[in-house]
């Protein structure tokens, strides 16, 4: 008879969607992504999720030099399952976005279910001035900006870096289309169960923030995968808390950090990674859902293990 239903955490650490102005608590050099990894990890999250920032001004870069100034001392530090962005920043190409990952060969990798739209911009007006002029570039260049990930582009990455460096996937689905794009992979073989589907809501050209939604995600997801799945929920913003927790009751597992959300309620910024990991824990805890180590994440997501990889 299987145990108790575990959840897994996963913390996306600093992202590329919030710039150095929006918080002073965003992680940007590579000792302080290392430090708010660690600290997440020791609060809880299973998974941790990183991108990497130019360690002078906090600009999204994909250099795999910059990626190794931090993730052996995560690794060392924490028995937390590594997952690399394969997302990069909106200023990359498809061939950036993927020099680190496949270079590190991580256990677990972000991978975009399609090509949308992925505005920015309305971020804009908050800010009546910023600390780096590449931020206010950076966030009116997603108002003409498609975010690129064709089929062409999946099957390289599942090829190179799924095939032939034993990554596994966390699949990032922005729309209910997104998730019949992963069952058509699935039906041709190219990605096998069990499938860590990241349905994500509230990102400006993909699915609204809306209980509806989530409903119907869990539904479809339900359709096309049946036991196939492990499902996990990432709001954005100030929908991350109240979603994810109803997300985790309906079963699913839960994303927090400061990629998703600056805050950890109403008007107060979050002050670490590990305050909204802790948050989220005693939410569940005090629904009496038990909350997956980093090991029992690794056995239900089929991962490699934390010795094979290449950092």
């Known amino acids: 008879m299987a145990g108790p239903r575990k ?64 993730l052996p001392q995560i690794k060392e530090a924490t028995d937390a399952v590594i997952n690399i962005t394969t997302g990069g920043g909106h200023n990359m190409t498809v061939q950036q976005r993927l020099e680190a990952p496949l270079q590190v060969q991580p256990e677990m990798a972000s991978f ?37 990930n064709t ?32 069952a058509s992979l699935l039906e041709r073989g190219l990605v096998k169960p069990p499938l860590f589907v990241q349905t994500i809501f509230g990102i400006l050209g993909g699915i609204g923030a809306d209980p509806e939604n989530l409903v119907t995600m869990r539904h479809v997801a339900d359709k096309l995968f049946g036991d196939a799945y492990q499902w996990s929920i990432l709001g954005a913003g100030r929908h991350q808390m109240g979603l994810v927790t109803m997300g985790a009751v309906m079963g699913g597992n839960v994303r927090v950090g400061l990629e ?45 293990g934390k010795n094979n990889v290449n950092f």
Request: net charge negative.
């Open 112 to 148: 975009n279910m399609g090509s949308m739209n992925f505005g920015l911009f309305p971020m804009l007006g908050r800010y009546p001035e910023f600390k780096f002029e590449w931020e206010r570039q950076y966030l009116e260049n997603s108002r003409d900006f498609i975010f690129r």
């Open 260 to 304: 998703d959300s600056l805050y950890i309620g109403k008007g107060a910024l979050a002050r670490s990674n590990a305050d909204q990991v802790g948050k989220i824990r005693r939410i569940l805890e005090e629904l009496s859902l038990e909350i997956a180590t980093p090991d029992e994440a690794r056995s239900l997501l089929n991962l490699k």
């Open 151 to 182: 089929f062409k582009d999946m099957e390289f990455t599942l090829k190179h870096l799924g095939d032939e460096c034993g990554t596994r996937f966390e699949f990032e689905c922005y729309d209910v289309g997104h998730l019949y794009s992963l």
């Open 7 to 70: 959840v897994i955490i996963t913390c996306a650490v600093t992202g590329a969607i919030h710039t150095p102005t929006m918080s002073p608590h965003l992680p940007i050099t590579p000792a302080e992504i290392a430090e708010a990894s660690i600290a997440a990890a020791e609060a809880g999250a299973a998974i941790i999720h990183l991108h990497a920032r130019d360690p002078i001004d906090g600009r999204p870069t994909p250099d795999p030099k910059v990626f190794m100034q931090f």
